[in-house]
């Protein structure tokens, strides 16, 4: 009989460098994982399930875009990204119109986030790491400030 699992992703069976530290984002629900100690522990997956991951190396000195539900890439709707030390500027770009999640890991918390010009509401999920939700038709500008 299949059941739920918990299932162990060991990062020296992949390309990734055990010994640094990454962020993980999961596609389908928007979980994230911290990755420590070169594995992740996922939590009962169903049988036969998938769990579609993004997983970025963790640099808390600077943003870092985690992933989304705009794309199933997690990434290939940015197609552009400016950053220093007080704000980070960045493009999604995608066919037709979306509303949707994208999650970020900010150095520090925001003041001010927009999406072509108009607020962007953001939610907290831990420190330094962001949930925004946005809309875009074809593109958008997103200017975040902290």
């Known amino acids: 009989m299949d059941k739920p ?9 992949t390309y990734l460098d055990p010994g640094e530290k990454y962020l993980a984002r999961e596609f389908w629900g928007g979980q994230h994982y911290w990755i ?32 989304s539900n705009l794309h199933i890439s997690q990434g290939l709707e940015v197609s552009e990204w400016k950053s220093d030390e007080t704000s980070l500027q960045f493009r999604l770009e995608r066919p037709g119109q979306a509303d949707g999640m994208i999650d970020l890991l900010l150095p520090k918390p925001p ?13 907290t999920l831990e420190e330094n790491y962001y949930q925004l939700s946005v809309k875009i038709k074809e593109s958008a500008w997103i200017s975040i400030h902290w």
């Open 5 to 13: 699992a918990n299932k162990v992703l060991y990062l020296n069976q």
């Open 36 to 67: 420590l100690q070169g594995q992740i522990t996922l939590p009962e997956l169903p049988p036969h399930g998938v769990c579609l991951l993004a997983i970025r190396p963790l640099r808390t000195h600077r943003p870092i875009y985690a992933g």
């Open 111 to 123: 003041r001010m986030a927009a999406c072509d010009n108009d607020d962007l509401r953001w939610q």
